[in-house]
């Protein structure tokens, strides 16, 4: 069975720096409150003329060319975002018309937080059974969009960014060795958007209810993340007959860094091995995981032969890691 092995890495983030400081002069808080509970400095905002396939398709150009291969040659596109462009069509259809990917399909999903992961473990699949030889993976959001700007305790923590990665089948060792997904609906109301969709149409009491933003339980959700986290990733090591001394690079989803470092903590990983990067882009949902494994890729933090391991939470409850072999 052919693996789906990584190619090119890409990554864009918004000009836009939004630290602390600015957010001290918009809200009742201060630097040293959100680095002590988020471990967050600053975070990138997209420009009012920005949308999502905007970052999308930038994210996706760097990693085509790290790759050497065009957008022609692609034969599927997988986004994970909540913040599309629309409701529909998907933001991948989008991305395919603006990086000029006619012969790929293209579809979005819904994950939330975990929203690279799913979609890398779609992909991996269509290349596993000769469905495509050559897809591109596209993490993106634009969280400002649906942050609500009057509740400190959720907006200091949302960044916009994209991360893609672009994968290629092959015969070899390399490659995606294994994906693991679990959801659990029960936990849905601790981390939800509202409206506006069937349940909420659109209309100005929803808006004036604050119905679009983005709702979160901080602390009920924190406890279950890190939990599932833990589980989700020694699921993968143990599929894969290997243990926590294994893995050259823990790269999880930046949710928090308290979040990470207990995780890490738990998994018996040294700082070496584990990749943060939430201080300068904060939680960008389902781009953190390609935004940050281009970073490193690009930093030289990663070489042939290296064992990776994905790990991400959201909103649903959504959760899974893959293992991957660089």
């Known amino acids: 069975m052919k693996k789906a092995r990584i190619i090119g890495t890409g990554s864009y983030a918004p000009d836009s720096i939004l630290t602390n400081q600015d957010l001290e002069k918009r809200i009742d808080t201060t630097n040293e409150w959100i680095i002590s509970r988020t471990g967050i400095k600053q975070r990138r905002i997209a420009a009012p003329e920005q949308c999502t396939s905007d970052l999308a ?26 913040t599309g462009d629309y409701p529909w069509p998907a933001t991948a259809c989008l991305v395919q018309k603006k990086i000029g990917a006619t012969n790929a399909f293209a579809y979005d999903l819904s994950a939330a937080c975990s929203g690279f992961v799913f979609a890398l473990d779609a992909a991996a699949k269509q290349i596993a059974t000769g469905s495509a030889q050559k897809v591109l993976v596209i993490g993106a959001e634009i969280l400002s969009r649906i942050i609500d700007w009057e509740d400190r305790n ?8 994209a991360g893609a990665v672009v994968l290629e089948a092959t015969e070899g060792d390399h490659g995606v060795l294994s994906t693991h997904l679990h959801s659990d609906g029960n936990y849905w109301e ?6 506006f969709g069937s349940k909420h149409s659109a209309s100005a009491a929803g808006i004036d209810e604050r119905l679009p933003f983005l709702k979160m339980q901080g602390n009920d959700v924190f406890k279950v993340a890190v939990r599932m986290l833990t589980e989700v990733a020694h699921e993968a090591l143990d599929h894969n007959g290997m243990t926590s001394s294994d893995v050259n690079l823990f790269i999880p989803h930046q949710a928090n860094r308290r979040i990470l470092e207990a995780v890490a903590k738990r998994l018996k990983f040294s700082d070496d091995q584990v990749y943060i990067n939430v201080d300068f882009f904060g939680n960008t949902s389902g781009a953190s995981i390609p935004l940050a494994l281009d970073e490193a890729n ?15 939470f959201g909103g649903g409850f959504t959760w899974g890691s893959a293992l991957v072999r660089w």
């Not at 959720?154 to 960014?161: A, K």
């Open 154 to 161: 959720t907006c200091v923590l949302f960044g916009d960014g």
């Open 190 to 195: 601790l981390l939800y958007q509202a409206g």
């Open 298 to 312: 690009r930093a030289g933090r990663i070489q042939s032969g290296d064992i990776l391991l994905f790990d991400a």
């Open 57 to 82: 398709s930038e994210a996706a150009r760097r990693a085509l060319d790290m790759a050497g291969v065009k957008a022609e040659e692609l034969d599927f596109i997988v986004m994970g975002t909540i």
